[in-house]
């Protein structure tokens, strides 16, 4: 077995963590983690991440239903960004997309839209 990677956190204490789908490696989204978050990640076998606007760690799906199963978390060759492959249940995107990134620059939606957020999260 090789030697654990030391991940560098950083100054905040945070690095990016890309999603990608285990099974058609489409990206899915974009959060950030903790030291904290990739323990109960590895914990759990769920995605947790880092809020930075409410600043807190929080759980893929605990809200919609829609949870990330990680298969296998890498590393970058810099060792400051981390990527999530996962089982996706479910759209990633709080906007009800199966991927965050369902649109180009020139505001072309390309994404599948795959649950109703105003049924999903009618309390927020």
Partial sequence: ???AVAVDFGEKGLVPAV?????SGEVLMLAYVSPEAVERTRETG????????RD???EKGATSGHTQAVEEIRVD??????????????GACHTGHRSCFYRTLEGENVGEKVFDPDAVYDDE
Wanted: glycine share 4%.
């Fill in 56 to 58: 807190e760690l929080w």
């Fill in 1 to 3: 077995m090789d030697d």
């Fill in 19 to 23: 999603a990608q789908d285990a099974q």
């Fill in 77 to 90: 060759c810099d060792a400051d960004t981390l990527l999530y492959i996962v089982e996706q249940d479910g």
């Fill in 46 to 53: 769920r995605a947790h991440y880092y809020s930075r606007s």
